[in-house]
């Protein structure tokens, strides 16, 4: 794919030869870390039974690697300004292994929610530093595919990790389930030392540097827009296990179902929107977060049929997958020079939306119900639609 604005001359050559072992390891990274940042949302009742907390309780931590995400994202290549951004993941990895480990054996919401913390540090590093990485290991020219790659993680997360965490949870203990996303997410850490090429940090990385980013033209209406578009979806998708229960007839085995028709219509949004993001993405700005809102919408209105809520849910999820491949590319496009800051940028959007939608949707899910929230969902998702469209109107 061919990015048409001009890319900076520290980034590698156009002609260099593409990583496949690393970009693979890569969507494992997304792969397990989006698993084990979601696993809440499908394990919400055992985890909650378990802790002796509310199912609204228990989604804060959901809310928890959010906020830490917050301040990670920005401040991750301050903190780390010299280091490979292979060791960086590395490093990132074993972190969160480490928390999935801390997660299976804590007694309590509260050590749970403190073990989350270094998953949302490895999360938001993972996500700031990951179209860096994704330049470096496919070429500029290839940058859109690349993400694709990235972004596939998360559609497979959806796929098979969430769904297959409530899987196994009706058959072992919802800690084993933790425990294991921990190994694994050991195991990665030492594949992404072993297939990732050396990443150098990008030069002059400071927070007068992210703000003058967020100056120019366009570039604040795009974020708040990112941000009002990932609220909206995650107000609904981090309570999904509750609207979906208020099928007819429904059990462990239909939920793993349809979560898992979201996740495959990730895979087939991620592919085919992919392929032709670097000439569309304007278009797909506003047009996805539409199609969420009225896929949201049909979550409610359809409850009734196991079959329209199915398709509802293969659409929303191949919408949705498709997002951060949006975001990403326009970054690329409208900031070719601020790749870091850019993608630390979105990250923080997408965190502190996350951290909303779950703190603010866990109260209201408790107070006032799923529809309720659901609703707030739809306007957040149609004013981001807004937003994004009007950034797009405006000429760097």
Do not use: C, K
Not at 78 to 89: A, E, Q
Not at 248 to 272: E, S
């Amino acid at each position: 794919m061919t990015i048409t604005s001009p890319v900076p001359t520290a980034l590698p050559s156009t002609t260099q030869r593409v990583h496949y072992g690393a970009l693979i390891a890569l969507m494992m990274m997304g792969f397990l870390l989006v698993t084990a940042e979601f696993l809440p949302n499908g394990l919400l009742t055992e985890m909650a039974a378990s802790l002796g907390v509310t199912p609204g309780q228990a989604g804060q931590t959901v809310t928890v690697t959010a906020l830490v995400g917050l301040v990670v994202a920005p401040t991750i290549g301050l903190i780390f300004p010299r280091l490979d951004r292979r060791s960086l993941l590395s490093g990132m990895a074993l972190a969160a292994a480490v928390s999935n480990i801390a997660v299976a054996f804590a007694p309590n919401l509260i050590l749970v929610l403190v073990a989350r913390f270094l998953l949302g540090a490895a999360i938001s590093s993972f996500w700031a530093m990951s179209i860096t990485v994704a330049v470096r290991v496919a070429g500029p020219e290839r940058l859109g595919r690349a993400v694709m790659f990235t972004s596939a993680g998360v559609s497979l997360a959806t796929v098979a990790g969430v769904p297959l965490g409530v899987l196994l949870s009706e058959v072992l203990d919802w800690r084993i389930v933790f425990g294991l996303a921990g190994v694994a997410t050991g195991l990665l850490a030492i594949a992404l030392r072993a297939f990732l090429p050396s990443v150098p940090a990008a030069a002059a990385s400071s927070l007068s540097l992210l703000v003058d980013t967020i100056r120019r033209p366009g570039i604040s209406l795009g974020l708040v827009g990112h941000v009002f578009v990932v609220l909206g979806h995650f107000l609904a998708y981090t309570y999904i296990r509750l609207a979906l229960e208020r099928l007819p007839d429904t059990d462990a085995g239909t939920i793993v179902l349809l979560l898992a028709l979201f996740g495959a219509g990730g895979l087939v949004g991620n592919l085919v929107i992919g392929l032709v993001v670097d000439r569309t993405f304007s278009f797909f700005a506003v047009f996805t977060p539409i199609v969420i809102a009225v896929s949201i919408a049909g979550m409610i209105l359809f409850s009734g049929s196991i079959w329209a809520i199915a398709i509802v849910a293969i659409v929303w999820g191949a919408f949705f997958a498709s997002w951060l491949i949006v975001a990403n590319t326009w970054v690329g496009h409208r900031m070719p020079d601020r790749l870091e800051a850019g993608g630390s940028l979105v990250v923080v959007g997408f965190q502190s939306a996350i951290m909303v939608a779950a703190g603010v949707g866990g109260l209201l899910v408790d107070t006032l119900g799923v529809e309720l929230v659901y609703g707030l969902g739809i306007v957040a998702l149609l004013i981001g639609a807004g937003l994004f469209g009007a950034s797009n109107r405006v000429r760097t």
